[in-house]
T-cell receptor, first 117, second 111 residues
Framework: GAVVSQHPSRVICKSGTSVKIECRSL??????MFWYRQFPKQSLMLMAT?????????EQGVEKDKFLINHASLTLSTLTVTSAHPEDSSFYIC?????????????FGPGTRLTVT | RKEVEQDPGPFNVPEGATVAFNCTYS??????FFWYRQDCRKEPKLLMS???SGNEDGRFTAQLNRASQYISLLIRDSKLSDSATYLC????????????FGAGTILRVKS
C-alpha cells in the first residue's frame, strides 16, 4: 500500500489565488520531506527540502515567498503556492525519506496536478 | 553538462526482447544510485537500488561502474507492462542528501 499520500490529486484554480497541497507519510515518521515539480516531458526538479521543526531549504531559483512550505509534524508537510499564475501549472510531487531505511530511497506521493487558469 | 544524463529514447521493443538502458552521472562523489519507474501522469516508483557489485531482481539487472560514472539497467523478457519511463537517479551527499533525476528513458513494449 501507499506509504506517502498527497492531497488533493488535482486542483484547478484561478490566477492570483493560493493553493495548499498536503503530503503525509503513512508508515513512518519523516524528519525530511521533499517537494518536486515536473513539467510535461521533463524530469522531476527538486524545489525544496522540508525539515520538520525548521525552515525549508529551497533550491536555487525557487522563490521561498511564493512556495511556502510548512513541516509542522513528523508526518505532514504542506506546500502553498501563493498568488498562482498559469506558469505555475505543473505536476507537484512530494516524497519522504524513511530514516530507518538502509539507503537514501525516497517514497513518493501520487502527485498533485495543478492547473492555473 | 547535466548531472545525470540518459538517452531519452523511445526504445520500441517486441515482447520478450532484452533491452538495456544507460546512464552517466557527473559527480564522482555520489554515493547511492537507483532506478525508478514512472508511468504516464503518475509518481515515480522505486524499481531497484544499484550496488557496486551489480544486483539482480527477477528480470531486472542493474550495474554500476564508478570509474566510468556509468549505471545500466537490463530488462530481460520484456512484458507489455514494462512500458514506462525509467529514471536514473543519483543521491548527492553534498548539499543535503538530495536525489538528482535523469530526464528518463521511454520504453514501449509492443505485442
Amino acid at each position: 500500500g501507499a506509504v506517502v499520500s498527497q492531497h488533493p490529486s488535482r486542483v484547478i484554480c484561478k490566477s492570483g489565488t493560493s493553493v495548499k497541497i498536503e503530503c503525509r507519510s503513512l508508515d513512518f515518521q519523516a524528519t525530511t520531506m521533499f517537494w518536486y515539480r515536473q513539467f510535461p516531458k521533463q524530469s522531476l526538479m527538486l524545489m525544496a527540502t522540508s525539515n520538520e521543526g525548521s525552515k525549508a531549504t529551497y533550491e536555487q531559483g525557487v522563490e521561498k515567498d511564493k512556495f511556502l512550505i510548512n513541516h509542522a509534524s513528523l508526518t505532514l508537510s504542506t506546500l502553498t503556492v501563493t498568488s498562482a499564475h498559469p506558469e505555475d501549472s505543473s505536476f507537484y510531487i512530494c516524497s519522504a525519506r524513511n530514516p530507518k531505511g538502509a539507503g537514501y530511497e525516497q517514497y513518493f506521493g501520487p502527485g498533485t496536478r495543478l492547473t492555473v487558469t | 553538462r547535466k548531472e545525470v544524463e540518459q538517452d531519452p529514447g523511445p526504445f520500441n521493443v517486441p515482447e520478450g526482447a532484452t533491452v538495456a538502458f544507460n546512464c552517466t552521472y557527473s559527480n564522482s562523489a555520489s554515493q547511492s544510485f537507483f532506478w525508478y519507474r514512472q508511468d504516464c501522469r503518475k509518481e515515480p516508483k522505486l524499481l531497484m537500488s544499484v550496488y557496486s557489485s551489480g544486483n539482480e531482481d527477477g528480470r531486472f539487472t542493474a550495474q554500476l561502474n564508478r570509474a566510468s560514472q556509468y549505471i545500466s539497467l537490463l530488462i530481460r523478457d520484456s512484458k507489455l507492462s514494462d512500458s514506462a519511463t525509467y529514471l536514473c537517479v543519483v543521491n548527492e551527499v553534498w548539499g543535503g542528501n538530495k536525489l538528482v533525476f535523469g530526464a528518463g528513458t521511454i520504453l514501449r513494449v509492443k505485442s
